[in-house]
């Protein structure tokens, strides 16, 4: 049968689906760290020794729990960076532009995926030393975006 | 070498929105093309693989919506699968079926309709939900950080990637099926919005709305059709790790792994000098070369410089992308099945303008899945 309708209905529909999502034991030693002490920690495998951050129950690698928590230090290195141009409206946490990076703390073996501040976009350079920003301690609620961004160490870019 | 056969494969135009048809409109279509090419009827197929995404349909079980249109009720019912993951990894479960002993033969559909929700809020979906999805984070902001971190690791350019983009959408031009065809200079690429730096807008691939279908057939039903089968001599697929900050973003050892074994498979040693045609997943510009090496064909950071000199061209000795690649159109999902497919239609000589110079006796089509390909799809097609 050949059907050759005269208009194309468009329906406009938006699912809105609450959820409340456990974050876990691992997950939650580390957003309330982050939330009552400004610490990042990752976890160490005490078979293969890597320190993994965000922190994992179990090593990814070896798949072992036998995992220890580290304390890191909430300085590193960037590793790469991303200028966010587009808008958004719906998904953004702020008017665009602003700089997504992925900085490796000290000491640990993965980088962190978050948001660079107090930099201009031509300043950065990967390899470029950056240090986290964290909210006020009376606005830190235990989400990742208790950390603010990273910025450069020491403040300005160099 | 395996014992399944592409006998028939089917792929709708590639358009920025579809209003005149449905998820299952575009899949009846696809579906009655693909039996036609093979020379089969419905109640040939014994098996059913649906492959779609929940968030991109905005239904669960999406692929429950295209079973009436893909046949698989057809008699009564017969057996229907799903994959969510791009279209490659449905037919090596297409594949693995067929292998289990159980069917003879499967269908393959594939359908997205990239219009209908919101590209960015869809694939900031893919991230998890502690750490990474409330940054805000989606496919091309993440698809920026390891364009930057291939840039700074190989010392790779703007200007190297943007080539990927002027070669893809002027090889569309002979597409009928291509959204984007055009021709682009180097200036236009370079001087085009920036979306999320380095990306600009021509580094990008479009939303697109589309579908796909593939028949495989065992050894024992394809050397029975008429037509020529296309012969899937080796396959494989490999993952690494979710979180960004896990890789570097610069290397990917998955497809490495992936392409090792499907070398193995179809007993290829020097993929550059035996591999024919090259048809694989650019949803970036920066992402040809990246995948173009990791796949074997030249030493890392060197992909670019050999694009550069037109070893990739249309008319180069390894053409890869003659279709315009997923730079010239990309319904997500169906891509990957859509490289197949034009691998498939250079093997068997009817790839119609843009069939390329010259004998097409091994190619290689590749898909990916998760961000800034997580998980790579290899698959060797022959004769």
């Known amino acids: 049968m050949s059907r050759s309708a005269e208009e194309n209905i468009i329906f406009d529909g938006r699912i809105r689906m609450p959820y409340k999502w456990a974050a876990g034991e691992t997950s939650s030693y580390f957003l309330t760290q982050l939330r009552d002490h400004a610490k990042l920690w990752g976890t160490r495998c005490s078979v293969c020794q890597v320190i993994f951050i965000p922190p994992r129950k179990n090593c990814p690698r070896c798949v072992t729990a036998d995992t220890t928590w580290v304390e890191l230090p909430s300085r590193g290195v960037l590793q790469t960076f991303a200028v966010i141009y587009f808008s958004e409206p719906l998904l953004q946490p702020s008017e665009p532009p602003y700089i997504y990076g992925i900085v490796k703390l000290d000491g640990a073996d993965t980088g962190l995926t978050h948001f660079l501040g107090e930099v201009a976009p031509g300043e950065l350079r990967s390899g470029m030393r950056m240090e986290a920003v964290f909210k006020n301690k009376e606005d830190r609620s235990g989400l990742i975006t208790d950390l603010l961004y990273f910025r450069p160490e020491g403040g300005s870019a160099s | ?383």
């Open chain 2, 1 to 383: 070498m395996t014992d399944i056969a592409i006998v028939g494969m089917a792929q709708t135009p590639y358009r920025r929105r579809r209003d005149d048809a449905n998820f299952a409109e575009l899949i009846y279509g696809v579906t009655c093309e693909a039996l036609d090419d093979a020379g089969l009827e419905i109640g040939d197929i014994d098996n059913f693989i649906t492959v779609s995404n929940d968030f991109w349909d905005g239904r669960t079980i999406s692929s429950m919506a295209v079973q009436d249109a893909c046949g698989s009720s057809f008699d009564g019912g017969r057996n229907v699968s799903t994959v969510e993951g791009d279209g490659t990894f449905g037919l090596l479960y297409g594949m693995m079926r067929i292998l289990s002993g159980a069917y003879q033969t499967t269908l393959v559909v594939v359908h997205c309709k990239g219009s209908e929700g919101n590209m960015r809020l869809i694939t900031n979906g893919m991230f998890d939900y502690i750490y990474t999805r409330p940054l805000g984070i989606e496919a091309t902001g993440a698809a920026a950080l390891q364009a930057r971190r291939y840039m700074d690791k190989y010392k790779l350019t703007e200007e190297d990637f943007a080539h990927v983009s002027i070669k893809n959408r002027g090889n569309a031009l002979r597409n009928p099926n291509a959204q984007l065809a055009e021709t682009l200079s180097l200036d236009q690429v370079m001087a085009s919005k920036p979306i999320a730096s380095p990306l600009k807008l021509h580094d990008i691939s479009p939303i697109s709305d589309g579908a796909a279908a593939v028949v495989l057939a065992h050894r024992n039903v394809a050397n029975k059709l008429g037509r020529k089968p296309v012969w899937v001599k080796g396959i494989a697929h490999c993952s690494e790790a979710h979180f960004l900050g896990d890789r570097d973003l610069a290397e990917a050892p998955a497809l490495r792994d992936a392409a090792f074994r499907a070398y193995q498979m179809a007993g290829i040693e020097d993929p550059f000098a035996e591999i024919d045609l090259v048809e694989l997943y650019d949803a970036y510009s920066y992402m040809e070369p990246l995948w173009f090496e990791e796949l074997g064909f030249c030493p890392k950071g060197k992909g670019a410089e050999l694009i550069r000199l037109g070893a990739t061209a249309f008319d180069g000795p390894l053409p890869v992308n003659p279709s315009g690649g997923v730079l010239s159109a990309h319904a997500v999902l169906v891509a990957g099945l859509a490289r197949v497919i034009e691998a498939s239609l250079q093997i068997r000589g009817e790839a119609g303008e843009r069939q390329v110079e010259g004998p097409v006796e091994l190619a290689l089509a590749h898909g990916i899945n998760g961000p800034c390909g997580q998980s790579h799809c290899v698959v060797i097609l022959g004769e």
